[in-house]
């Protein structure tokens, strides 16, 4: 394999920046694979394996657009028993077993079409929590293809380690990390925290207590509060690498369809409205 020394070049450039930033890349041009690495060269085990595709090609193979099928390659497949990094060519030969990547991340993909999801694209809504940039979309491969069971797609925030919510066929945004919560169809609480958008509000994907409602609960990345101008919003200013994030139980609140936008005006404290049952160090 030898390095990509053109990291501009088409399908290289429409990577996520994650990937694009803080791997190296290793081309096998016999098999058309990039297999993506850590930065450091004594680093051999591969993160993610990427297979060039050319679907317009001609007869031998090559011409018109090239694709990038990205495949992530979970930990506890990059190592042997024995402790040495697993070929890549293992990997090539399993990669239908892989979580594929959907780039470009920015952009709609395909299977987000569920019409249960009404209002503002899936990633717009992930974007109140975290930038589009760093939000990767997964298609997770069929369980039971032969029993009609489809493939899912996963919303993975990496800066945030374990965090990511997958849509079930419920039509539903499951979180994987915070189980029995998805994500509410309404994003902005009715009653307090006023001038504050940066979280997401979860709920109990089964309605017991409380007259059968669901509870309601808030997750807000770890950062520093700031507001730019007197009557702006208020923003979380969260560094970079891999960060915190709370969850907070909210008892008696009522949120506003995501469609209702941002609330603007004064903040109130976060303590007299929310109290936090549980604290996540994603480190």
């Known amino acids: ?86 070929p890549w060519r293992d990997i090539n030969a399993t990669v239908d077993r892989l979580d594929r990547l959907l780039i470009p991340a920015g952009q709609p993909c395909e299977g987000d079409t569920n019409d249960s999801i009404s209002g503002p694209s899936v990633e717009t809504i992930l974007a109140k929590f975290e930038e589009k940039r760093f939000i990767h979309i997964f298609l997770s491969p069929a369980e039971s293809p032969s029993h009609g069971v489809p493939a899912l797609l996963r919303f993975a925030f990496p800066r945030y380690d374990d965090l990511s919510f997958r849509l079930e066929v419920d039509g539903r945004l499951h979180s994987l990390a915070h189980k029995e919560l998805v994500l509410c169809h309404e994003q902005q609480l009715r009653d307090t925290l006023h001038g504050f958008c940066k979280y997401l509000v979860l709920e109990t994907s ?15 990345p770890d950062g520093d509060v700031q507001r730019p101008e007197p009557n702006s919003i208020v923003m979380v200013s969260v560094p970079g690498g891999v960060n915190d994030r709370h969850k907070y139980h909210v008892p008696h609140a009522r949120a506003l369809p995501a469609s209702g936008g941002q609330v603007a005006g004064g903040t109130h404290a976060v303590g007299g409205a929310v109290r936090s049952d549980e604290y996540v160090a994603a480190r």
């Open 1 to 86: 394999m030898l390095p990509v020394a053109d990291k501009g070049v088409q399908w290289c450039a429409e990577l996520p920046v994650r990937l694009h930033d803080l791997h190296s890349h290793w081309l096998c041009r016999q098999h058309n694979a990039v297999v993506l690495r850590s930065v450091s060269y004594l680093g051999r085990e591969v993160d993610f394996f990427i297979q060039l595709r050319w679907p317009s090609a001609g007869t031998d193979g090559r011409g018109g657009r090239t694709e990038a099928w990205v495949y992530k390659v979970p930990a506890p497949q990059r190592r042997r028993d024995c402790g040495t990094a697993v």
């Open 206 to 220: 089964s309605r017991t207590g409380n007259g059968g409602a669901p509870q309601l609960h808030l997750l807000v």
